[in-house]
């Protein structure tokens, strides 16, 4: 637990210090949030589903009550496929995985640290979302909070063993890098995040309907909202699973030291 410990803050260290990281990490998914919210701060959105017990309930929601779990879920696919992935890569590109291996740093530890790390900067940035989006725009979260932390959780690992995995599956940085960016996209503006799916173009929406977030942002979205859990949004819930059995297998068969 001590090396665990010691390992999950000479990650954040070194997060902190990549300034690039650390602006497309926090700050851009909080200033394209925020900007989307400001210019539709009097609209209003659909909500398919409702549970009883949901203090919104169904029918209508704000935009910016609607946005906060787009958001989040840009936030999970950034840290994993844009930062995760590439800085695994080029760890072992540099030799400093390598050198680890040498030590008796186990796997699980350094795998655990990053995921540590990576759940750490997705909550911080959970929290600016949510108080930026109620303070400033009146969102509001009617629904469970219990059941969004649970899924929040299960997105980080789900998203964080894809990161690993793409990491494993790259011969290089620069590919890591290039193929996180190319998967990543899409996601952060396809998936459902800052317009409902059913307002796309059918293109559009086969294209969502293939990308895991658009999964994780709709069980999250009506965690938020409605109260819904796995009874509700059990597709939801079963292909994130899904997803994060296969990546797990694929992280741990693909994972080297150099």
């Known amino acids: 637990m001590k ?15 990549d300034k690039t ?28 589903s409702a549970v009883e017990g949901g203090n919104l309930g169904g029918g209508v929601v704000s935009y910016p009550s ?18 995760l992935s590439a800085a695994l890569a080029r760890q072992r590109d540099t030799g400093i995985l ?22 750490a900067v997705t909550l911080a940035q959970t929290a600016l979302m949510v108080v930026v ?16 932390l649970v899924l929040l959780v299960v997105g980080i690992l789900t998203f964080t063993a894809m990161g690993i995995a793409l990491a494993g599956l790259c011969p290089n940085a620069d590919v890591a890098a290039a193929a996180g960016m190319a998967i990543a996209l899409p996601m952060q503006f396809l998936c459902g995040t800052f317009f409902p799916i ?3 173009p059918s293109l559009l929406r086969y294209i969502a309907g293939v990308l895991p977030l658009t999964y994780f942002v709709e069980a ?8 819904g859990g796995p009874g509700v949004y059990a597709r939801d819930w079963a292909i994130l ?17 150099e």
Do not use: H
Not at 3 to 17: C, N, Y
Not at 241 to 248: F, Q
């Open 133 to 148: 989006n109620v303070f400033l725009f009146e969102a509001e979260i009617g629904g469970s909070v219990f059941w969004g």
């Open 220 to 227: 999250l979205r009506g965690a938020m909202l409605t109260g």
């Open 198 to 200: 059913d307002q796309m």
């Open 98 to 119: 390598k050198r680890l291996g040498g030590t008796p740093l186990r796997v699980w530890t350094l795998v655990g640290a990053k995921i540590l790390t990576a759940a």
């Open 241 to 257: 699973l899904g997803c994060l059995v296969v990546a797990c297998v694929v992280a741990v068969k693909t994972f080297r030291w």
């Open 21 to 48: 990281v650390l602006f497309f990490s926090l700050f851009f998914p909080l200033v394209t949030v925020a900007f989307f919210g400001y210019l539709n701060r009097e609209g209003q959105v659909p909500v398919a």
């Open 3 to 17: 090396a665990l410990v010691g390992q999950v803050r000479v990650e954040i260290t070194l997060f902190l210090r």
């Open 66 to 83: 609607f946005v906060i779990a787009g958001g989040i879920g840009m936030v999970v696919a950034s840290a994993a496929f844009e930062n």
